[in-house]
């Protein structure tokens, strides 16, 4: 029998050893639906090592046998010469069936090598499957079975992978050695040859060949040796190519008709908002440690409980808010072609909010809380001033648009001012002690905290969509007729649906049914909103490449669909049943809250800011933000969507609620990484915001050239004045 099929049947072989082990233990053990039983592993762990040396032994064994192949051949000078002549004659069509058939037998080889790797695996997975299926109650599976005889055997075998793959590059380093040894004496051979070679036809031969290796076009083979002049200025040639691995972006232009007070009130909200986005999610990202390492402090203002709303009201109130609130100063007066009505009643929500989140974070970390309602922990007092702000600017929004000299009001201030009056109201249930008692409590709770993303959020930053969208892709919006639609549906559907988050509770049945109904109906806005903001995007797709705002709003839209319909799903009881109370509500806060929210939010400032300034941040670090923030919300999202469906199934099975914390151990680590991407792409942010508004600035040579001349001419010649 031949070497290679010794090797393929040799892991055959090892496939049904370590398949025995489970296939026994399935037999011997009573049937049921689930087990934890870890017989053979010793096995296990010995058949991979037998697949590793077999391995290795036949990667050997290849290198050997070529190396003497290549040894043994000997043929005459002029078989030699025969054999060069059918080379060098070979036609192209002949050349690439010989390549295609080199690349296929190696290919085929590889293929059979691959599948029966695939079959011992496959039928190791197929007896450790039947083994967990049929076997129940937990019996002495021998020594091997024990937990640190497993870890140790785990903690063995490392070293020994290791020590094989060291092997296998120890042993490969040498045959490339005698490879190269081999080159060199074909290299002496090769020297010898050319010099008995007659000089004369050597030199002109390599000089001919040389010639034509060398010869390049001049590039004026169809223009000419004449200097191009362009006398209509038609041709832009961009010198300031920037850094070689970042592809350009467009420019934003600046606004020179933009007031000076707003712009700076606008730049204090983007300012103070980011300083509670890295404030807030450092926290977060402390919180997120703690799943890790929840010993990391015994503090008690440092505790999970303290800190926990410390970090959502933060980036809820201080930055989410601020900048939602910044753009919209922008918007309003924009949209309606007048100026802001009160610059100095903007000042004034800018700092009530602020000290809002200052006094509320004080008291959460001193622990004076509003009893552990999500989302409205801060007591009353101090959202008082959060309310004053948030009616402050609802006058000065009204008052803008009432001056307006546009007849229609753009569909942008309806998402705006709506949002400012439903955050009103909703403040006021959610603290009016009136019907705070028993049940009433609890209803008034997901009313708010629901309302609270839907409709204060979500519904502002749709707004922004509303104006930004359109005007980076300098297109109008799709369907004014699909943004109104999307409007009165959001606003019928999304004030119903607060309680899908206390199915199964004490609250009135017919209630739970009206907010499963609800969250069904919100997907009319959320397929007419996503319709209308894809369908703006036809036919300027090819714009995303060149701007780097255009895919923060990709990103946020895509989220939008999917996030929403998210929720949709989780209100049914079925899935309710399984997800409620697990991370699975945490990571759909999070795909909502940041994939959507966030995404708009830094698409509208990165939008604005360079038209206030007049500069640009670097490329290379929007980049950095952007790719670290979604990748980071995937590796924070999705292990534990994935993770706390299985916890909920547990809980299902009746497992005991320990073995559902210790099996989430691995995503909580998972939550841990993604967080911290995401707070570095936060970093990257405030950096960006810093290099659009700081002082300092690059010197243009040729800008500067020019206004020295006119101030030169002023100079020279006052009447010019």
């Known amino acids: 029998m031949r070497p290679k099929n010794l090797i393929r049947c040799a892991l055959l072989l090892v496939g049904l050893i370590i398949s025995v082990p489970y296939a026994v233990q399935a037999q011997d053990q009573a049937p049921s639906t689930f087990s934890f039983s870890l017989g053979g592993v010793g096995l296990s762990l010995f058949g991979l090592l037998l697949i590793l040396l077999l391995f290795a032994a036949r990667s050997i064994f290849k290198r050997v046998k070529g190396l003497r192949f290549k040894e043994g051949l000997k043929f005459t000078e002029k078989e030699r010469e025969k054999f060069t002549t059918y080379l060098d004659t070979l ?31 496959a039928l190791w997975s197929i007896s450790c499957f039947s083994a967990s299926a049929q076997t129940s109650s937990v019996k002495d599976s021998g020594v091997l079975g024990e937990g640190g005889i497993i870890i140790t055997m785990v903690l063995i075998s490392i070293p020994i992978i290791a020590g094989i793959f060291i092997m296998i590059i120890k042993v490969m380093n040498g045959l490339n050695g005698y490879k190269n040894k081999q080159r060199e004496e074909e290299a002496e051979r090769f020297a010898t040859y050319l010099k008995a070679l007659p000089e004369d036809e050597v030199k002109a031969a390599l000089i001919k060949r040389k010639q034509a290796l060398d010869y390049k076009l001049t590039d004026h083979e169809l223009s000419g040796n004449e200097i191009a ?14 850094l070689p691995v970042v592809s350009l972006k467009k420019k934003a232009i600046k606004r020179p008709n933009i007031d000076p007070d707003l712009a700076k009130l606008i730049l204090w909200f983007f300012g103070t908002a980011t300083f509670w986005l890295v404030f807030g999610t450092t926290v977060g990202e402390y919180l997120g440690i703690k799943f890790v390492a929840p010993d990391a402090d015994h503090i008690s203002w440092l505790s999970f409980g303290r800190l926990r709303p410390v970090h959502t009201n933060a980036v809820f109130w201080g930055w989410a808010s601020l900048a939602m609130l910044g753009l919209g100063h922008y918007i309003v007066p924009r949209v309606s072609n007048v100026q802001l009505f009160s610059v100095k009643l903007g000042w004034w929500t800018l700092w009530l909010i602020n000290i809002t989140v200052v006094l509320g974070s004080l008291c959460l970390m001193a622990g004076i809380n509003n009893g552990g309602g999500e989302y409205r922990e801060y007591i009353w007092p ?85 104006y930004f969208l359109p005007q980076q892709l300098n297109k109008p919006i799709y369907s004014y007729s699909l943004g109104i639609l999307a409007f009165w549906t959001q606003i019928l559907f999304y004030t ?44 300027a797709w090819y714009k995303i490449k060149s701007s780097y705002t ?23 009881r079925s899935t309710n049943l399984i997800w409620h109370f697990t991370d699975f509500t945490v990571a759909h806060s999070h795909l909502t809250m940041y994939g959507i929210i966030c995404f708009f939010v830094w698409a509208g ?46 809980w299902m099975q009746n497992k005991p609620f320990l073995d559902s914390v210790i099996m989430m151990a691995p995503f909580w680590l998972w939550r841990a990484i993604g967080g911290s991407l995401m707070w570095c792409s936060h970093i990257f942010f405030a950096y960006n915001l810093y290099k659009m508004i700081s002082l300092g600035n690059i010197v243009d040579v040729r800008q500067e050239a020019i206004t020295q001349l006119d101030k030169d001419e002023t100079i020279n010649n006052p009447s010019a004045q």
């Open 91 to 121: 036609n192209s069509q002949q050349i690439d069936s010989y390549l295609h058939r080199l690349r296929s037998g190696k290919d085929k080889n590889n293929l059979k090598l691959l599948q029966v790797v695939f079959l011992t695996f």
């Open 229 to 242: 002049y362009d006398e209509k200025g038609l041709v832009s040639i961009n010198k300031e190519l920037g």
């Open 382 to 466: 101090v959202m008082l001033l959060f309310g004053v702000a948030l009616f402050l600017t609802l006058i000065n929004f009204l008052k803008t648009i009432a001056r307006r000299t546009t007849r229609e009001i753009y569909i942008a201030n309806w998402y705006i001012v709506a949002s400012v009056i439903f955050a009103i109201v909703i403040s006021l249930v959610a603290y009016i002690p009136i019907w705070q008692d028993g049940l009433g409590e609890t209803i008034v709770q997901g009313y708010y905290m629901h309302q609270g993303v839907g409709m204060w959020f979500m519904l502002f930053t749709l707004g922004i969509v509303y």
């Open 496 to 539: 119903l649906i607060g309680t899908h988050h206390f199915v199964f509770s004490a609250i009135p049945w017919w209630l739970q049914t009206v907010a499963i109904i609800g969250s069904m109906g919100m997907v009319i806005p959320v397929v007419a909103g996503t319709t209308n903001f894809i369908m703006t995007f036809k036919g």
């Open 550 to 572: 255009l895919p923060f709003f990709l990103v946020g839209i895509i989220f939008y669909f999917t996030g929403s319909l998210q929720g949709t799903a989780e209100a049914f």
């Open 605 to 650: 400032i990165y939008a604005l800011v360079p038209r206030l300034t007049g500069k640009e941040a670097p490329q290379i670090t929007i980049g950095a933000h952007f790719w670290l923030a979604l990748i980071g919300l995937m590796f924070y999202t999705i292990p534990l969507m994935y993770g706390s469906t299985l916890k909920g199934l547990m």
